[in-house]
């Protein structure tokens, strides 16, 4: 059995888009800047993948700045948004859930004289009415929040955030990494300075990421050099990768409801089948959530435990944020949520891949029930002796 349930890490390529990239890792090997026909090839290649990415955020191709990652993205968006204000103490407001490279760029900024400050959530892990009044307390000069996390699947009410950052004046920042070809999502309908976006979560390559820059927004570099990305990002550009980006992102949104519905499906089925089984809680089961996500307690079992014992069966999910892979602390996105730390430790996060049917969601089923059984009877003998 090889049965991959963990696509909010990283997705499997699409061989669509990896047909798109060969050409360009032999014989198309130009260098976007360089003048000559290659070059002018390749060039012509990053700005057709710009587009395509523009198109699933309803942006113009100039707002899209090719980054490495996700994780550049975010950082350029906080450090390029930080530099371009002065006072004695700016502010910088995020979710109390949000990603680790998120929560690293604040932490550099308050070692730098930034006051950070944190918007909580509730059980479901929304910000409520209460949460977006302490925003106006904070007086955040920057704001950065998730579209969609990453370990729950709950969709963000980015509504009454932005309008309240609005009133104070607050740049803000979507990280949509997790959101960007899952659910639809329109850049200026939104209305915010940035968001972040990236490829190898909509089935394109590792290592290329982008953000999404409004026309009106002054962003200074955080790597210097060449003149490529409007000056924002110096570096030659990794054509292959942003190629695949730029196919993918035209896959996403040509396919984007069609396979939500599917998704839906198989999550349901999922949850329904969760339900059964003793000593299991959905997480936030009540709110919106991506399609393709589910992140469940098991009483008793910690969620690493059960991971390498799916492993070892072929089943492949995750404890958790990949990014805390190998740490056995609890998950700062269920303990903001109110679960306790003790409790945080046995979740398990199935995220939902293109492809996945009923038969596959049956067999994961199937064997987390045995191995829940088998885990809590040798407990049981343990306790007993």
Known sequence: MDLYLDCNATTPL???????????????????????RHGRIAKDAVELARGQVATLLNVAPKQIIFTGSGTEANHLAIHGMAATISGVQPTISIGATEHPS?????????????RVAQIPVDSSGLVTDESVELISQQHPDILSIMAANNETGVVQRLVPVVEAARQIGAMVHIDATQAAGKIPLDFGQIGVECMTISAHKIYGPKGVGALVVSPSLELSPIISGGGQERGLRAGTENVPAIVGFGMAAELAGAGMERESEQLLRCRSRLESGLGKIDGIEIVAESVERLPNTVMFLVQGIEGETLLLQLDQKGIYLSSGSACRAGKTSASHVLTAMGV???LARNALRVSLCRGITREKIDIFLETLRETIFHQRSVANRAAWG
């Open 14 to 36: 699409d061989p669509r888009v990896v047909e798109a990239m060969q050409p360009f890792w032999i014989g198309r090997m130009g260098n976007p800047s360089s003048s000559h």
């Open 340 to 342: 306790t730390p003790d």
């Open 102 to 114: 998120m929560l690293a760029a604040a932490e550099s900024l308050g070692q730098s004289g930034w």
